[in-house]
């Protein structure tokens, strides 16, 4: 029987490096941003339903297809408009995920990164939960770097998701990423060797 692996993390701790790690060592893995990247440009239903809660405005008026930067500012200032969207898409990552699990059912492992893991309450479906941390000021400075994040936003971001102390609390192994990407594949291997 396949062993579910759920990782997760704070926002830029390195959850999508980890992923490439297990993804190159031939392990299936499936990335719960992607899913939601793919709904909100192929999925119509998600599409309309977007429109009508929040009308034009967080539409790309040249691809018309949903902004996720309009989006992201309208849930950060507005809890019922976060609700409704996670509303939305939530239900879709759990059943696509349920879907990439029936797939590689009889492999020996597989793994699903969602950074929301614990806040929807999808412990539950794991047999195990990694996470990734790192320590705010690297998390900080990579944000910036890689994302161009304004303090702003990444204090918004950030404040949108567990602490990364609960998230550690929580999961059955922690991954430290304050160093480099060799550092973080030596303790994928030694993990996966555990």
Known sequence: MTKRIGITGGIGTGKSTVGQILQNLGYPVIDADDVVH?????????????????????????????????????IFQNEADKLFLEGLLHPLVREEIKRFFQKHEGQSLAFALVPLLFESGLEVFYDEVWCVATSP??????????????????????????????????????????????????????????
């Open 38 to 74: 793919q709904a909100l440009a192929g999925n119509t239903t998600v599409q309309e339903a977007l429109r009508q809660h929040f009308g034009d405005g967080v539409f790309d008026a040249e691809t018309g297809k949903p902004s996720r930067p309009a989006l992201a500012k309208r």
């Open 137 to 194: 000021d690297v998390q900080i400075a990579r944000l910036k770097a890689s994302r161009g994040m304004s303090d702003e936003l990444i204090h918004a971001r950030v404040a949108n998701q567990w602490s990364l102390e609960e998230k550690i609390k929580r999961s059955q192994r922690v991954l430290w990423n304050d160093g480099s990407v060799e550092d973080l594949k030596a303790q994928v291997h030694e993990t996966l060797g555990s």
